[in-house]
């Protein structure tokens, strides 16, 4: 499973498996775009790191922040620009992508959604049992994104097995 925090100057990206029921991160990291560099070059340059991520963990699923709104429409427009080679990367290794608002990620991680950026950094380390907390808050995003949908899958599996006993 392979989590992104999209953006155009930031990107977050994070790998994790489950082994049993505990997950387990296999890397992460924070890709970064220089505001001199033109536009069409920094999206090249986040396609060939997030192909490269891809290509090195193999998941089973991209995971990305849906249901991104901001103020200043400029941002907007340059998250959904990296938003966008982040799903056409997955497409072109034939990964299927799955999208989850931020309310969502903190209601699976911390339980309520009015949770802030350190309560879901802090439950990430908690979770994955690591020794500290990511540095940034977009590889922790990224993190907290797989680690919502390995929380969502289990509970399909769940439904599944309880709906096929009655």
Known sequence: MVGVDPGLANLGLGAVEEVGNQPRLLGSVLFKTSARTLQAQRLRDIRDAVTEFLALHRPH???LEGQYFHHQKAVAFKVGQAF???MLCAADQGIPVFEYGPLQVKQALVGTGRADKAQVAYMVRALLKLPVTPASDH???AIALA???LQSRRIGALESRISAQR
């Open 61 to 63: 699923a991209v995971v």
């Open 84 to 86: 966008g080679v982040v």
């Open 139 to 141: 590889v922790s995003d």
């Open 147 to 149: 680690l919502t949908h």
